[in-house]
């Protein structure tokens, strides 16, 4: 598969701070890039999605910034809130349509109250 | 909105049995399923890709005679894992994309957890 997501595991931020979470690729081709959100034992949850000919994209509370020169995708998360404790993936695929999908290394987000 | 469930929640089984998780979208149809496989702490690393009606694709590295695929419906993929081993314990997720929908459209079950003994 492809190379996805080579940032650190762990982030800890005071509850209200804003967060960044950040991802790395490697395939200039990739296409669409999604961030989920996995929580403890369960599937991952769909946060919000960029298509490559962007480079900001705003949803509510969350913004994902995308870098093509340097293949670097970050996560904002606007005053975090305990809920928002959960192990948070990038992905990426070569086409927004087609079947191959992978998924980054992951970061374990930790919101102190 | 679009719910995927798998079955079991999660398995305990002795060494060298087999066993079969079930992949369901409850209220769509899914072309293309997917099965996943994570590791603690890791990522999901993407094991094959089920179409239905069709032989799955397996990525690289993962034994097709070891977790046989079928997809049968639109609405049911499933996995078992043949002769498991305590290696093979893993969550094991799966998703299910909207027939000819984007990666928008692809939506993750529960997963499972399988633990061998």
């Known amino acids: 598969g492809e190379s996805v997501g080579l940032h650190l595991p762990t982030l800890s931020v005071q509850e209200g701070d804003n967060s960044i979470i950040n991802c790395a690729y490697s395939n200039s081709a990739s296409d669409y890039f999604i961030w989920y959100k996995q929580e403890s034992g369960k599937g991952p949850q769909f946060i919000i999605d960029i298509r490559s000919n962007m480079d900001k994209r705003q949803g509510q509370r969350v913004t994902v910034l995308l870098n093509k020169t340097v293949k670097h995708l970050s996560l904002q998360i606007a005053a975090t809130q305990p809920g928002d404790s959960a192990v948070y993936f990038c992905a990426e695929t070569p086409s927004y349509t087609g079947n191959q999908f992978y998924f980054g290394t992951g970061t374990s987000l930790t919101v102190i109250p | 909105g679009a719910v995927v469930s798998q079955h079991p929640s999660w398995v305990i089984c002795k060494s060298g049995t087999s066993v079969k998780i079930e992949c369901r979208s409850l209220d769509f149809q899914a072309t293309t399923m997917f099965w996943y496989r994570q590791f603690p702490k890791q990522s999901l690393m993407l094991m094959a890709t089920?179409?239905?009606?069709?032989?799955?694709?397996?990525e690289q590295g993962v034994e097709k005679d070891k977790f046989l695929i079928n997809h049968a419906s639109l609405t049911l993929s499933t996995l078992t894992v043949t002769s498991a081993h305590p290696e093979d314990s893993s969550f094991y997720i799966c998703?299910?994309?909207?027939?000819?929908?984007?990666?928008?459209?692809?939506?993750f079950g529960p997963g499972t957890r399988l633990l061998v003994l």
């Open positions: 089920s179409n239905e009606g069709s032989k799955a694709t397996y």
């Open positions: 998703s299910a994309k909207l027939a000819g929908g984007s990666w928008e459209t692809q939506y």
